[in-house]
C-alpha cells in the first residue's frame, strides 16, 4: 500500500509539473507573443484594451485598459450598474465598457468575447496569435484589434487599415464561453491552481 501510494504521489507530481510547464507556455505563446508584436508595431502612446494585462505591464509602456477587471474596480462597477439598471448581461456591458474607454487597440480572446468579430468594420483584425496545446487561455486564439478610437496614421488607422490586416476576419466567431464574471483565463482559479501544485515539485520555479 505504501509503495502504491507512493507511485500515485509520483504521477500526481509529474502532471501537475507537466501542467504547469505547459500554462507557463501558453502565457508566453500568448501574452508574450501580443506584447512582442505590440511593440514592434504601435506606439507607446497607444492605449491597450487587454484581457490579460499582466506580462504587458511588464513589456510595454503603453497605458492599459484593464478589460478583465482584475485591477481596475471601476470597469466592475460599470457591469455591475448596467446589470443593474438596464438587465445587461456582462458581455453586452463590456463591449459599452470598451466604447466607454475608447482604447486604441483591443487584444482579446474571439472564443471568450466574440462580439468584436461581428463589427469588422469597427474592429479590423490586424493580428492573430495561435495559442498550441492549450490548457490555461480562453481560447486557442488570441487576437489584436484595431478601434474606431485608433489614430489615421496608426496601424489599423482609417488611412492605412488595409495594409495591416493579417487575414479577413471569420464569419462566425462561436459563442461565449465564460462564467458571469467574465473571466478571460480558463479560469483563475485553474490557474492559481497550477501554480500553488508546482510550488511542491522539486526543481519547477516560477
Given amino acids: 500500500a505504501s509503495y502504491s501510494s507512493s507511485m500515485l504521489r509520483s ?11 505547459a ?19 504601435v506606439s507607446a ?4 484594451g ?21 485591477v481596475a474596480p471601476e470597469r466592475q462597477a460599470f457591469l455591475a450598474r448596467l446589470a443593474r439598471e438596464r438587465g445587461l448581461a456582462w458581455p453586452a456591458a463590456l463591449r459599452l465598457w470598451i466604447d466607454e474607454q475608447r482604447p486604441d487597440y483591443v487584444v482579446l480572446y474571439p472564443k471568450w468575447f466574440p462580439l468584436l468579430e461581428r463589427e469588422p468594420e469597427s474592429f479590423p483584425v490586424l493580428h492573430r496569435i495561435a495559442i498550441p496545446n492549450n490548457v490555461a ?11 474606431p478610437w485608433t489614430r489615421p496614421d496608426s496601424p489599423g488607422g ?3 487599415r488595409s495594409l495591416d490586416l493579417d487575414q479577413p476576419v471569420r464569419a462566425d466567431a462561436g459563442g461565449l464561453r465564460a462564467g458571469p464574471a467574465g473571466l478571460c483565463h480558463h479560469g483563475f482559479d485553474r490557474t492559481a491552481r497550477l501554480v500553488d501544485a508546482a510550488r511542491h515539485v522539486p526543481g519547477v520555479h516560477q
Fill in 11 to 21: 504521477v500526481r507530481t509529474v502532471r501537475s509539473a507537466g501542467l504547469y510547464l
Fill in 23 to 41: 500554462a507557463r507556455a501558453n502565457v508566453e505563446d500568448a501574452d508574450g507573443a501580443a506584447a512582442d508584436w505590440l511593440r514592434e508595431h
Fill in 50 to 70: 487587454l484581457c490579460d494585462i499582466g506580462l504587458a505591464v511588464w513589456r510595454l509602456a503603453n497605458p492599459i485598459v484593464d478589460l478583465a477587471g482584475v
Fill in 137 to 147: 487561455m480562453a481560447g486557442d486564439e488570441l487576437v489584436v484589434y484595431a478601434t
Fill in 158 to 160: 482609417r488611412r492605412g
Fill in 45 to 48: 502612446r497607444a492605449r491597450l
